[in-house]
Each structure stands twice: as structure tokens, then as C-alpha cells.
């Protein structure tokens, strides 16, 4: 089956916008930053100030997303990431200030809250519901784009000399906003006339009742399409589905609450807990490496550009085991792996560079695996006239990753790296626990585990 004009495109678009993202906002630029400062918590406050102007622009933009155009939408947060990028090229060449590296911060995060919601929303509109594969697809475009960006970045460094200096720094961002056109371009062609009309829409699932729920209005109508009756969704006759869609289960739900809001709230808490974890510790990674381990910038990249290759292996391997097991049994899976190498880092000397390294890169391949599983998830259960609202909603994440970078710069500051890493793996566990309670519930409706995939899958062909 042929790729939709959009999720062509926004392959494309996840390519060269993380590669660029990679290189203006990695290592690069939390390095000059702490240079300038010569404090982890500045570091953090720019990167709250980023996360809280993601947030305040993503909550507009998921509800102009719904009721107006996801593709206008996009054109509008083309133009913002230009302004963003003019602003942060001219003022690190002219007056790299703390106040004003905060300022070009807040317009970055504007930029992504914008874009991260509607194209979320217009993506998931263009996949077939069960197709997650597409999911895991966009997200190995991602991590290699990352990957390739942070392999710039050590060239770059290696070509000017391999020392940590301002100067060096600021010349790995540019290219980064340089890169950053090419993104910009793409995001003006989208086109949400060229979106999936019903195979998109979300799957059914059971009310309180114990009866099929019906998630958007008229999903049955349409030219010739083929209507499962057990499942209430349209389904195209010729597509090869990743998952099945969801059964009606006999079962009734524990909760009085729409499984559709009760899947979305779970999936939210635990995303907002593990956000506000990752986001103590994931930006000062490169500090750590430059304070405790004494490594050189290129060496620091090369990690850097190697751990997007560890999460894309991963997340291959990730869709394949939950084709067997089940997406949400996988995801707690390599959860409780991330905690514990997590934990295991603030143990391990920081003279045997090579053990710390390897533990990080594992840590970090597994702790990324199932992202686009669980995504997946979520986009099977929202019908599409509130997914802008939804990805909108999930944007509170965003400024717990990146809201708790202030708290995670402090701790550093008072307490050191080790600790902070305990803190964070603590807060990764329970952020576990909405996760095991949706299993639970999924697998006491029958709609979750090996057995349902296959037999779903087998009545299906």
C-alpha cells in the first residue's frame, strides 16, 4: 500500500528537523551555555524557560488545530521557527547574554509546541489505525537524524581543535540553524486534504456499560468501505495492519471513566512523570562527561551520535517482541531496565570511562524503545476531531522534560551528578505504575497480550 502524501512528507520532515534539532540544541549549545555561566543551574533555567513557552504555544495550537486547519497551523509555526533561528544566530554573534540566550530559548520552545501538535495531529490522521509500525518507522527516522546531527557536531569539533571553547561551541549551533531551513521548507506542504478519511479514525472501545462506544460521529460512511462488525471502525480491504485493532471484549471496564479518557490520562501521568525525570538529568549528560570524566568534545559527540543508533536497533527489536507480548507489556519492560542501569551509573567510578559509557548507551537505547509503541496507543483510542487537543494536552510533558532541568541543574549543584541520577531513577519507577495499572486493565478486557495479537491478527487474514 502506498504512503499518504503526508506521512511521506513528514518522514522527510522528522529527518532533517532532528537532525538539525540535534545539533542546535545538544550538547553544543548546553556547553556554551555553561561556559558563559559557569553554573548547571542556568543551564536548567533556560531550559524551563524553553519548556514553559513549548507549553503556553502548544495549548493554542492544539485547539486551532482542531477547529481550523492542521497545515495552516504549520505554516504559521514555519514562520516562527525563522524568526527563532535569525534570533539565535544573530544574538550569539553579537550579545550572547544570559538574558538574551533565555529570550532565544523561549522563541525555540514557542517554535516546537507549534509544530510537535499539529504535526502529531496530521500525522496520525494519515495513518491507517493499526498501523504502527508507521509509528515506529518515524521514529527511527528520528533517533538517526539525531544520530547524524551529533555526528556533525563531532567533526566540527574535531576540525577546530577538540577543546571545549566558546567560540567552537557557537560554530556547531549555527550550522545547526543553518540545517534548520530545510525543515522550515517542508512544513509549508503539508496538506490536510490529503489526509485519511475514516481508516484514520480511532478504534472502539467499550463504555461503562460494557457496550461499544462509538468514537467520532458517521465513522461508517464513506465509498465502499469494508466495515468490521466486531470492532465498529472502517477498515481498507487491501492494508496489512502491524497490531489488530482493539476487540469488543464481554468484559465490562472497572471504571466509570470513557476508557478512550481513562488510556489518555494514563499514558499522560506516566509521560509527565518520566518527562520530569529525564528532564533532571538528560541535559547536563554532556557536562557530566566534560566534569567528572574529563572527556574531550569529540568524544562526547561521537556518544552522542552512537545512542540514537542503540535507540533505533532498539526500537526495531521493540516492535517485533510486542507483535508477541503485547505493546504496553514491553514498554514496562524496558522501563525497569532504564531505572536500573540508571541507578547502577551513580555507582560506577567515574575513572572507568568505559563502563559509564557503555551502561549510558544501553540505558539510554532501552529507555527509548517503546516511545513509538505507546504513541501508537494513544492514537488508536482518540478519534481525530480532539487529537489536536490531545497532542496538545501531552505537551505538558514537554514542560515537565524540560521544566525540571531547573530543578535538575540545583540538585546538581547541591548534591552532584550521583545523586541526582538516584533522584531520577526514582521518579522514572513510579512513573511505571500508570503503565502496569492500563496493562492490567487492557488484559482484564481481553484487549491486550500475545494471545489477543495473534488470534486478532490470524482472524484478520
Known amino acids: 500500500m502506498p504512503l499518504n502524501h503526508n506521512v511521506k512528507l513528514t518522514f522527510w520532515w522528522s529527518w532533517f528537523e532532528n537532525l538539525s534539532a540535534s545539533v542546535r540544541s545538544g550538547d553544543a549549545l548546553s556547553a556554551y551555555i555553561y561556559l558563559i555561566s559557569r553554573r548547571t543551574s542556568t543551564v536548567g533555567i533556560i531550559q524551563g524557560i524553553n519548556g514553559i513557552s513549548q507549553l503556553a504555544a502548544a495549548v493554542p495550537a492544539g485547539y486551532l488545530c482542531d477547529i481550523l486547519r492542521r497545515d495552516m497551523v504549520l505554516r504559521s509555526g514555519a514562520v516562527l ?50 498501523r504502527s509500525s508507521l509509528y515506529t518507522k518515524k521514529y527511527i527516522v528520528t533517533v538517526l537524524a539525531a544520530g547524524s546531527g551529533q555526528l556533525l557536531s563531532f567533526f566540527v569539533f574535531l576540525r577546530l581543535g577538540n577543546r571545549w571553547r566558546m567560540g567552537d561551541c557557537r560554530a556547531v549551533v549555527e550550522a545547526g540553524l543553518l540545517l534548520m531551513l530545510a525543515p522550515l521548507v517542508l512544513m509549508l506542504f503539508f496538506n490536510d486534504d490529503l489526509a485519511l478519511d475514516h481508516a484514520s479514525e480511532a478504534v472502539t472501545l467499550p463504555d461503562a456499560s460494557g457496550a461499544p462506544t462509538s468514537n467520532a460521529e458517521g465513522c461508517t460512511d464513506g ?12 477498515i481498507d480491504p487491501g492494508s496489512e495492519l502491524d497490531f489488530p485493532l482493539l476487540p ?11 476508557p478512550a479518557v481513562f488510556v489518555t490520562l494514563l499514558l499522560t501521568l506516566s509521560d509527565l512523570l518520566s518527562g520530569l525525570a529525564s528532564g533532571m538529568t538528560v541535559k547536563f549528560f554532556a557536562i557530566f562527561f566534560l566534569e567528572q570524566c574529563r572527556l574531550r568534545p569529540a568524544t562526547v559527540a561521537a556518544v552522542a551520535a552512537a545512542a540514537p543508533c542503540g535507540v533505533a536497533f532498539a526500537a526495531a527489536a521493540a516492535q517485533r517482541i510486542a507483535a508477541r507480548v503485547g ?135
Open 81 to 130: 521557527g525563522l524568526l527563532a533561528a535569525g534570533t539565535l544566530a544573530t544574538t550569539m554573534s553579537l550579545a550572547p547574554t544570559i538574558v538574551n540566550l533565555a529570550v532565544c530559548a523561549g522563541l525555540l520552545g514557542i517554535y516546537r509546541g507549534i509544530h510537535s501538535v499539529a504535526m502529531e495531529s496530521i500525522f496520525a490522521d494519515s495513518v491507517e489505525a493499526g
Open 327 to 461: 505493546r504496553v507489556e514491553v514498554s514496562i519492560c524496558t522501563r525497569l531496565f532504564d531505572v536500573g542501569l540508571l541507578s547502577s551509573m551513580a555507582f560506577i567510578s567515574t575513572a572507568r570511562a568505559p563502563a559509564m559509557l557503555t551502561v549510558h548507551l544501553l540505558r539510554t537505547a532501552l529507555a527509548n524503545s517503546t516511545r513509538p509503541l505507546m504513541r501508537s496507543v494513544l492514537m488508536e483510542v482518540v478519534p481525530k476531531q480532539y487529537r489536536g487537543k490531545v497532542n496538545a494536552f501531552e505537551s505538558i510533558t514537554m514542560f515537565s522534560w524540560s521544566g525540571s532541568a531547573a530543578l535538575g541543574g540545583v540538585l546538581i549543584e547541591r548534591l552532584g551528578f550521583q545523586a541526582t541520577f538516584l533522584v531520577t531513577a526514582a521518579i522514572k519507577l513510579a512513573a511505571c505504575v500508570p503503565v502496569v495499572v492500563l496493562c492490567v486493565t487492557l488484559r482484564r478486557l481481553g484487549l491486550s497480550g500475545a494471545r489477543d495479537w495473534r488470534d486478532g491478527r490470524a482472524a484478520r487474514r
Open 248 to 258: 469488543t471484549p464481554a468484559a465490562q471496564p472497572t471504571s466509570c471513566c470513557p
Open 223 to 234: 465509498p465502499d468501505p469494508e466495515l468490521d462488525m466486531e470492532r465498529n471502525t472502517v
